[in-house]
């Protein structure tokens, strides 16, 4: 049996946004006795963390249930790290920059929708994104593509020689609303920087607006991984909507409305303006991590129409038909509160995909339908109560925790004191006989 959800009644739609998240925090263990705080259990890693908690705050924001405000704020305090920046030192040894940015995302999100402030002793929302972008300026590599962020932080990690789209798309939309909330240029300076930088790389295509994944620095980004992802096309649009809504400009405008047009591909002509996942779903091929990204194009998308109005007639039909086809992927088994992954079954089913990324893609769906009776996110102008630091994360990277490297001399002196050991206790032991 799916989720009863009736989209054109505010009640119906909360009622099946709370059946959603229960089912999403089902899966948090992090306020438990001797867990730790803002982490998911494997095979979850940090950055969906980060995801959720910001997903966190958007249900508030829509429903205004308070239910899961305090397990929200005592989880994003924790993953702070000791700068305040977002760089726990359990989790920097294997961070990336757009890890990083999805954390900063659920605290810019608190400033925009006044989520309640932190204790004026903690690290508050705005300085918090501050930081994290304040950091990632100093990441800006022109030693390689003229420019741009790679994706790893570190040149230990995997994913160091790539440049993509996610990590550059969310310092782009990072920028674009810390300078609408706080009028200050350097932010939209930024924004204009790494959206230029993102139009002459192979990133994005000049002529169709397709975001394509990434590109290798190791041959110049002279071409791109052309498989194309929800939450890289809704991160640009976002971030460019905001852009036009902050400047007036255009060009943004421009931007905006090839950008969206971009986006028709995840839907298919049937069943009509139902979201999938296109590089993955078909071949049931999605992994941990590609089962949460529609949840972010959603986001996006019902954002995107706050800052761009004339947005409407194309996304909320979309966002509409979508969250009743998430709904119907929803089943009473195992426990009432499951979805599954593929909202595009006829008939409309569970696909038995179940976890995390299915819970909160299902719940970003349902609940931006309200985004038409939302208020619109506020500035340091317009009703924000958000403190912010403009130098938060001046301390730069820190190097992450390693342990020390064995050395062949740790090894030989390992083995000296285990045949010291073993020759007390056989001495010992021969005292004892005798």
């Known amino acids: 049996m799916a989720i009863d959800l009736n989209i054109d009644d505010p009640k119906s739609v909360k009622s099946a946004a709370k059946i959603a998240v229960d089912g999403m925090m089902k899966y948090y263990i992090g306020n438990r006795t001797g867990q730790i705080p803002g982490l998911l259990p494997p095979p979850y890693y940090w950055w969906e963390a980060g995801a959720m908690f910001g997903t966190l705050v958007d249900y508030w924001y829509y429903t205004g249930n308070s239910e899961y405000n305090d397990v929200t704020m005592q989880a994003l305090q924790f993953q702070v790290g000791p700068n305040n920046d977002f760089m726990p030192p359990n989790r920097t040894k294997d961070e990336g920059n757009d890890d990083q940015a999805f954390w900063a995302f659920a605290a810019m999100s608190a400033a925009e929708n006044k989520f309640p402030d932190p204790p004026s002793s903690a690290p508050q929302w705005l300085a918090l994104a501050q930081a994290v972008f304040n950091l990632q300026t100093t990441r800006w590599d022109t030693s390689t593509c003229n420019g741009g962020l790679r994706w790893q932080i570190f040149p230990f990690n995997n994913g160091y020689n790539y440049k993509n789209s996610i990590s550059n798309g969310c310092f782009f939309n990072l920028a674009a609303r810390l300078a609408r909330y706080t009028g200050n240029t350097t932010y939209s300076d930024w924004a204009v920087k790494m959206w230029d930088w993102t139009e002459k790389s192979p990133l994005l295509d000049s002529k169709t607006y397709a975001i394509y994944d990434g590109s290798d620095v190791l041959k110049g980004c002279t071409d791109a991984d052309l498989i194309r992802w929800t939450y890289n096309a809704g991160v640009y649009l976002h971030g460019a909507a905001v852009m036009w809504n902050h400047t ?187």
């Open 248 to 434: 007036q400009d255009q060009v943004w405008k421009t931007r905006v409305d090839k950008l969206l047009e971009a986006t028709s591909v995840f839907f298919l002509p049937e069943p009509v303006d139902v979201m999938r996942e296109a590089a993955c779903e078909g071949h049931s091929t999605c992994n941990v991590d590609q089962r949460s990204f529609k949840a972010y194009l959603s986001r996006w998308y019902a954002a995107t129409t706050q800052m761009a109005n004339w947005t409407v007639p194309t996304i909320m039909p979309r966002l509409r038909t979508s969250a009743k086809a998430a709904a119907a992927s929803c089943s009473e088994k195992p426990d009432g509160v499951t979805c599954g992954l593929k909202w595009t079954l006829q008939p409309p089913s569970d696909d038995g995909s179940h976890g995390v990324g299915e819970q909160m893609a299902a719940l970003s769906v349902i609940q931006s339908v309200l985004i038409p009776n939302s208020s619109a996110p506020v500035t340091a102008n317009s009703g924000g109560t958000s403190k912010g630091d403009p130098n938060a994360g001046g301390q730069g990277d820190q190097q992450p925790l390693t342990g020390k490297e064995v050395t062949v001399g740790d090894k030989v002196g390992a083995g000296f004191l285990t045949f010291f050991v073993l020759c007390l206790l056989l001495v010992g032991a021969w005292w004892m006989v005798v």
